[in-house]
């Protein structure tokens, strides 16, 4: 089984930056995909935000923070570089691990295409 732990949430104010870790621990030899989700207080469903395909490594973006955010994945570890963050950014952040082999960008940010999530942390942005 893969283990995956999010730390790094916090507050932070418009236009600052912040950067989430996720550490990966256990099996993860079968592991095809990592990304990142996050859920608002007012959503029940999780959005997909970034997402790394190991292999090769291409990268997606949801449109929301293209340009804005930067996944990033090596060994044991995901982040997460949030900079130029919005109001609207405010979430939990979920890390997962995916071992499906679909493509493109609509699969990357698919969550139901994710079989093992973390437990989430809290990411604020205060005007």
């Known amino acids: 089984q893969v283990q995956l732990v999010e730390s790094g949430g916090g507050s932070v104010q418009v236009g600052g930056s912040l950067t989430l870790s996720c550490t990966i621990s256990?099996?993860?030899?079968?592991?095809?995909?990592m990304g990142w989700f996050r859920r608002t207080t007012s959503e029940t469903e999780r959005e997909g935000v970034a997402?790394?395909?190991?292999?090769?490594?291409y990268k997606y973006y949801s449109t929301s923070v293209e340009g804005r955010f930067t996944i990033s994945h090596h060994s044991a570890t995901l982040t997460l570089e949030m900079n130029n963050v919005k109001p609207e950014d405010t979430a939990t952040y979920f890390c997962?691990?995916?071992?499906?082999?679909?493509?493109?960008?609509?699969?990357?940010?698919?969550?139901?295409?994710?079989?093992?999530w973390g437990q989430g942390t809290q990411v604020t942005v205060s005007r």
């Open positions: 256990g099996n993860t030899a079968k592991i095809m995909y």
């Open positions: 997402s790394v395909y190991l292999p090769y490594p």
């Open positions: 997962a691990a995916g071992s499906g082999k679909g493509w493109f960008r609509d699969y990357a940010l698919g969550r139901r295409n994710y079989d093992t």
